[in-house]
Nanobody
Framework: VQLQASGGGLVQAGGSLRLSCAAT????????MGWFRQAPGKEREFIAS????????YYGDSMRGRFTISKDVSKNTAYLQMNNLKPEDTAVYYCAADRTNPRAMGVADWQDIDFWGKGTLVTVSS
């Protein structure tokens, strides 16, 4: 599976962005796609995951509400809608995929996840 994330950029606090993660290769079956982020000097943090087959979702602590994950199977793409962005949301955002379930991706050590896209930078100005 190859993943390509896009949609990052500079946004003012309170604004919104939608990130996209296009997947190519063997994305059928039991794959889960997810989003993580990593701010400078911090650990990679789980945001949300979604089952490619049935759409079940799982969110990290404090992520539900402002962040919404979704998918378009016809486009092999997962999305992360981010609303009411804050300066502390500034980070590199990564999409990931693995043969697992949404909750398992959320609680896993990120280094154990099989597939990663290159990150896309989100900068939120105050």
């Amino acid at each position: 599976v190859q993943l390509q994330a896009s949609g990052g950029g500079l946004v003012q606090a309170g604004g919104s962005l939608r990130l996209s993660c296009a997947a190519t290769g063997r994305t059928y079956g039991t794959y889960v796609m997810g989003w993580f982020r990593q701010a400078p000097g911090k650990e990679r943090e789980f945001i949300a995951s979604i089952s490619y087959s049935n759409g079940m979702t799982y969110y990290g602590d404090s992520m539900r509400g402002r962040f919404t994950i979704s998918k378009d199977v016809s486009k092999n793409t997962a999305y992360l809608q981010m609303n009411n962005l804050k300066p502390e949301d500034t980070a590199v955002y990564y999409c990931a995929a693995d043969r697992t379930n949404p909750r398992a991706m959320g609680v896993a050590d990120w280094q154990d996840i099989d597939f990663w896209g290159k990150g896309t930078l989100v900068t939120v100005s105050s």
